[in-house]
């Protein structure tokens, strides 16, 4: 019962991911169903796609397509079809959500680095508990961000709006001095990182490939580098539980999982697609059952 194909008629919205491969996407099964529950008239479909210019000509002018969701190895190259971009989403040079307004106009966003942002600054209330309304925990903190590849990037550029002090590091040292010039920050490579640890109650943010499956005893970090740090965040999600975060717990760590991020960035697409809030619960039982 995937797409509720009863329910479609001449006035249905028709949302959807592009991508290529796009088929192993949960995003339909969590949209359809939100749909569904909350009663909206709207369906959510894979679109696999291959020519992203294309594909955006076509879409912004056919008059039931309400909005998508963008997959790899499309978030960069779709920018170019867009009418509008959210300012961060332009900085990082990547979208993932794309909303398009009845007059056929295109405004696209980045989620990803919402997501991410706000699972470490709910970690990040359970340490110091109630700060004052509008204010971000991250303000002030010092944010050391391993990798520099687009969720580095994310990662970075949106803490940085957060007031947080940023440093990149890096396997390739001119990558993590190129994203820490643009958002302000200090760069130096994984090595180096392993001896810096100038403060306590330091927030570390991985964003590298290393310990995804199958990989899964590799860490970017040695485990004594971890003892500063009070909140430790992993953008992997296959395992759920790195070597990263396994560790950071030994040392006392708040942990904060990949899959954190992965839910919250679609409960920010619901919020842009239909201007209501996300059924969050909803969302995070289908995962569940569907991990
Ligand atoms: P994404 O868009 O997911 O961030 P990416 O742009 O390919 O992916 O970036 C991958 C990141 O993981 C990079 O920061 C990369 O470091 P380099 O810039 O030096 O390539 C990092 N990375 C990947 N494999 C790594 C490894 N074995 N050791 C250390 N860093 C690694």
């Known amino acids: 019962d995937l797409y509720n194909f009863r329910l479609i008629r001449p ?16 995003s339909p099964l969590l949209f359809n169903a939100a749909f569904k529950a909350v009663g909206l008239n709207a369906v959510y479909l894979h ?9 955006f000509n076509t879409y912004s002018c056919i ?9 790899i190895p499309h978030k960069e190259v779709a920018l170019k079809s867009m009418d509008e971009i959210d300012p961060t989403a332009k ?7 794309i909303v398009r307004r009845p007059d056929g106009t295109l405004i696209a966003f980045n989620t ?17 508990g109630v700060i004052p309304a509008g204010a971000s925990p991250l303000s002030g903190k010092l944010l ?28 390739t040292f001119e990558r993590a001095k190129e994203l ?13 990182a392993e001896n810096f640890h100038p403060e306590d109650g330091m927030v570390l943010a991985n964003t590298t490939s290393v310990g995804m499956t199958p990989h899964t005893d590799a860490t970017p970090l040695a485990k004594h580098a971890l003892k500063r740090y009070c909140l430790v965040f992993d953008a992997i999600y296959t395992p759920k539980d790195t070597r990263l975060l396994e560790e950071a717990k030994e040392s006392g760590a708040i942990v904060v999982h990949g899959t954190e991020m992965l839910i919250r960035q679609g409960f920010e697409q619901y919020k842009n697609f239909t201007g209501l809030p996300a059924p969050e619960q909803l969302f995070r039982q289908l995962m569940e059952e569907h991990a």
């Open 11 to 26: 006035d249905t919205k028709v949302y959807g991911i592009i991508g290529k491969p796009v088929g192993h996407s949960k």
């Open 47 to 55: 679109f696999l796609v291959d020519d992203v210019e294309k594909f």
């Open 63 to 71: 008059d039931f397509a309400s909005g998508c969701s963008c997959t």
């Open 91 to 97: 900085k990082i040079g990547a979208i993932n959500n």
């Open 112 to 128: 990803d680095y919402i997501g991410a942002i706000s699972a470490i600054e709910d970690g990040l209330r359970e340490i110091n």
């Open 144 to 171: 050391v961000v391993l990798g520099a590849g687009g969720a580095g990037k994310s990662l970075a550029y949106g803490a940085a709006q957060k007031g947080a002090r940023v440093v990149v590091a890096n396997r």
């Open 180 to 192: 820490a010039d643009k958002v302000g920050g200090l760069a130096m490579t994984l090595a180096e």
